[in-house]
């Protein structure tokens, strides 16, 4: 039979309590102590990420959590149950830090084989594999086989086996591993996607701006330790400055608003750097990409994909469906435009998106909801344009000539707001009040 | 559109119902008109009666006499009962030469192929193949004579493929139900035709196969040329697809470990159970459908042989006499290889069970005083070993009295007993006696003249035979009286010339034996398949077993050792009975009564798998019954269920990541 059903309740999905991992040698010496004394839950719905060094035991901790390796101590539970319960690894998704495959296999072949050992009917899994393939641009390279694809097509076909059965629970290791910007776009907007629909992921990875844009919650492993927990704001948000962002500012109002900052706090604070924001990599390649396509030009690789699949999106039946047409009919021309500079937020072309019927029903039936929504959370590149400028303010008042390198923009703190009434009457009252992150979650 | 697009296009033709609909009523009505045609053409007159249908000289049976005594009266009966029993077995072979049956058969084998290609949606790629491969091979058997035995070899390797491809399919579609181990099953049979590992031996064995017939000498009489085939061709065929039954049993769940692709397997929601389970299932479906093919090959062949002439014959069950007599050649061949015969070995000598148990007990003293004369030392060897003592000296005694009851000094007869020949009173193939003898050192060159005399049966027949090898002797059915006894008794000499042999001679333990038939080839050809495969399906999980937890290499070396000591299991008991566990003082030799007992252990347990010997049995043309086919399957699949349990036990245990140094 087919395992089916999603979490309910806040119980946690994950409950790793006090475990120790430790490798031992043929006779049974200890060879290495790759987790120490680890616990941590992750619960449903939410976004846990799992930082570290090579090393530090990230993949022990989820290959214990996934039944391949035996705490030395400690206990886990998944869904409640021991991470080698069948009923458990039903509900879970799994891409692991490398692209383990049957060489011998096509795309095709390959998502058809692991859709039958989640016992789905045929109908079920020729649909799941259609929509899969399109969502990772390798529908038009499904009848070759495995061994021949490139290492990023690879990693795109154990993207898709890892969400043939839909699952509660999406653990990624290393997901963006071998992912050509684009793909690691896709695989980031993914994974947002999935977490707006109630699953729950763990996400590890020693990449920090892969786990800075999707987490809600992260814990930092070091030497198979935990070294630091929390939301990322708690860890990441600095409160001690403040940035602002404008339009282009001359020097005689950069030099304004210094002595704006002085006089209102009696000399202790000051502008301390005061830079044009450069744009990423990230941001220059996909706009590149996105061009090329646009202008139609081959490739032999993977193609754009990036639409999620429907039953992904939870549009799995009838009803579904009747709401997906019925929500593609209208589509706000802002909507499209704002899909279209950001690259197709799932990594599509903007012809891609616009033209997609199920696009639009991601949230749900709620589209306008829905819609500000994915305008608020498109990455920065398709926000770049309107920056122009960053002014970090410093409380010690110290200045600082190095050229910024970061262009987000920090949500400022509760606690700051005597600085935010000054930046407020600097800009004339109209604070931007876009998420640093890149994203929203309903 | 290209190439590619145009095969695509006739793809989806030739899996389309209408296809399948038109194309099964199309092969139907040609098979149907063929058919036709024959009979119209069978029952129009012809000149002659010759041919292989031609009538069967019968025997005339002797007519009452005037003035016969009660005695003629009775050995008039006898003989006549004799030719009716030779009438009927050479009715009998010779109405296997029939075309008209064999092309019915043809036919009738020929549609079923046809119409499952059809509808395994690969019609149009068996056409294809069939029609451009004669379009080829025709030609060049024709008019290339020095090519005729590659267009030979070639259409056979074609018809294996075709054979091989079609099973296979047929295979993929019964392990398509989307079950977790049988979709393991089936992609351990994807995995087996897109490796280049299974693909070699795959190859090996479609060539050699195809290889084999023109490897025969059409010189030798028909009897051998059958022999050879089936020795070489079920005997190759399986050591080649048990090779490759362990090597792909041990690397299917080895490397995949190896490679880590067995942990995309375990995180879904597969019990370790299931997934032992579905390898070894894949690996003996794998091995089923390799045993198809071949063992298909191996009949179509054999009867092809069958048809050809025999020693003697001018064509195929025509004898060159012109008298419609059988051939020596012929006789044998229909008799006693392409048939199933029931073996009976003779009755075990009767012995006075008291003077035996005496003789026993004097043995046991005897032993025993020499053993404690040597101290104290040899009273404790002796309170430790005194059953085991008896035990021995008993059994060897019954050795001794078995010997000497095959043994025939100089001159000497001796009468042996058989039993249970109820059934060969009225069949139609004679009885076969099987004999060989052995005296002093066997020179090749010795001749040894044998008389048997069988009880009511006027005169004695007198063969001179060579040593050490197997001779065969026809009795009419008659020999065997009305409570299914046969007595034959056997004198070491000629009695007609009062010549005896220069030395005794006796029968080793198989030497002595008849036989008669109870069943057909085809029958038994099925039986011996399906216990081939229950090896093949052993050998599986023996594979697997050991690819649980050890690498590649060591399994595949334990396995094959395995299967050594399994097939080779009844010769290593036999070889064990002398093997030395103590000093001729009584000394017990510690190290080799752990190799005898190791050794004593494996070969019991592998006993009943060794004592099936399908492929010798297939050769010799013995039967192969059904209770012996039971017996082999309750066993092996007892084995297979334990070995099973070890696997998954095994398997559950292991974690299956292991320290990457990455964390």
Known sequence: ???????????????????????????????????????????????????????????????????????????????????????????????????????????????????????????????????????????????????????GMQRRIGIAQALINDPDLLILDEPTTGLDPIGTRQVKDLIIDLARRGKTILLSSHLLADVEDCVDRLTILYGGQKRAEGTCDELLVSQSKTSIESETLDDDT???????????????????????????????????????????????????????????????DAAGAALIDKLVAAPTLAQAQAEAAAGGLLGGLPSDDARSPTRATAAGPDSDVIGSLLNSAQPEAAKMGNRSNIAELNDAGVNSTSAPTKSTAVKPAASNDADRSVIDSLLGGGGNSSEGNGRDRS | MTFRERLAKLDRIQQSLGFRIGASIFVTLVVVVLAVTHVVARNAPVASGTGSDSGVAAGSALAPQEGESDAQRLERERLNAGIAASDKIITSIMSRGSTSNRLYTMALLGWCVAIGAIWLGVGLTMGGVLVGGAAVLLP?????????????????????????????????????APYRSIAIARNVLTEATRLKLTSIFILILIFGLAALPGLLDPNTPLRYRVQSFLQWGTGGTFFIISLLTVVFSVATVAFEQRDKVIWQ??????????????????????????????????????????????????????????????????????TQILVARLTKQPQPPEVDQKQFDLNVQTKVEEEANRILGSGSSGVEAFAQRSDEMREKISSDL??????????????????????????????????????KINSGTDRPDALYRLTFIFPGVQGALVQEVGLAKFHYLELLPTVVDAEGKLVVGIANGDFETRRPNPFGLSFPKD?????????????????????????????????????????????????????????????????????????????????????????????????????????????????????????????????????????????????????????
């Open chain 1, 1 to 151: 039979m087919a395992y089916s059903g999603t979490s309910s309740g806040n119980e946690p999905i994950v409950v790793c309590q006090a475990i120790n991992k430790v490798f031992k040698d043929f006779w049974m010496r200890d060879r290495a102590r790759a987790v120490n004394n680890l616990s941590f839950e992750i619960r449903p719905r939410e976004v846990f990420g799992l930082l570290g060094p090579n090393g530090s035991g990230k993949s022990t901790t989820i290959k214990m959590i996934l039944g391949l390796l035996r705490p030395t101590t400690g206990r886990i539970s998944v869904f409640g149950k021991s991470p080698s319960d069948v009923g458990a690894k039903a509900r879970i998704g799994y891409l692991p830090e490398e692209s383990y495959l049957y060489g011998f296999l096509n795309a095709r072949e390959t998502l058809d084989y692991y859709g039958k050992l989640f016992e789905l009917d045929g109908k079920t899994r020729a649909r799941r594999i259609d929509e899969l393939l399109d969502m990772i641009g390798l529908t038009a390279a499904q009848f070759r086989p495995v061994r021949e694809y490139s290492k």
């Open chain 1, 254 to 316: 950069v030099s304004e608003i210094d002595r704006v900052i002085r006089s209102r706090s009696g000399g202790t604070k000051s502008v301390l750097r005061v830079s044009k924001p450069r744009q990423t990599l990230e941001a220059l390649f996909l706009d590149i990409v996105t061009r090329a396509r646009s202008e139609q030009l081959s490739t032999s690789g993977a193609t754009s994909g990036g639409v999620t699949a429907s039953f992904l999106k939870g549009a799995d």
């Open chain 2, 140 to 176: 060049m058997y024709i008019f290339m004579p020095s090519l005729r035995g590659t267009a030979t070899l070639l259409a056979g390797v074609l018809i294996l493929f075709i054979s091989l491809i079609t099973l296979m399919r047929v295979a993929g579609m019964l392990l398509s």
């Open chain 2, 265 to 334: 397997t375990m995180t879904k929601p597969v019990a370790h159970w299931e997934y032992i389970l579905g390898k070894w299932l894949g690996v003996t479906v794998l091995a089923g459908v390799l045993l198809l093919v071949s063992s298909s090959g191996i009949y179509l062949f054999a009867q092809y042989l069958r048809q050809q002439p025999a020693l003697g014959e001018s064509s195929a069950y025509v004898s060159g006499d012109g008298d419609g007599s059988v051939t020596d050649d012929r006789r044998v061949l229909e």
């Open chain 2, 398 to 435: 019954r050795k001794s009295v078995n010997i000497a009851y095959r043994t025939l000094d100089v001159g000497q007869t001796q009468y042996f007993m058989f039993e249970g020949l109820g059934s060969a009173r009225n069949s139609s193939t004679p009885v076969i006696l099987r004999y």
């Open chain 2, 511 to 663: 030497g002595l034996e008849v036989s008669f038939s109870v069943g057909s080839f085809e029958a038994n050809f099925v039986r011996v398949v399906a216990v081939l495969w229950l090896k093949l399906a052993f050998l599986a999980m023996v594979g697997v077993f050991m690819a649980t937890f050890t690498s590649f290499p060591v399994a595949c070396l334990v396995s094959f050792a395995i299967y050594a000591s399994a097939e080779g299991a009844t010769f290593l008991l036999g070889a064990l009975e002398n093997y030395r566990t103590q000093t001729n003082e009584g000394q017990t030799l510690y190290f080799n009564v752990g190799i005898a007992f190791i050794a004593t252990w494996i070969s019991k347990a592998f006993k009943v798998y060794s004592d099936l010997q399908p492929t010798s049995r297939l050769v010799d043309g013995r039967l192969l019954g059904w209770s012996d086919v039971a017996q082999g399957t309750v066993v092996l699949a007892c084995w297979i269920g334990v070995l099973f349990l070890a696997a998954v036990t095994t398997f559950r245990r292991r974690e299956l990541a292991t320290y990457s140094g990455n964390g």
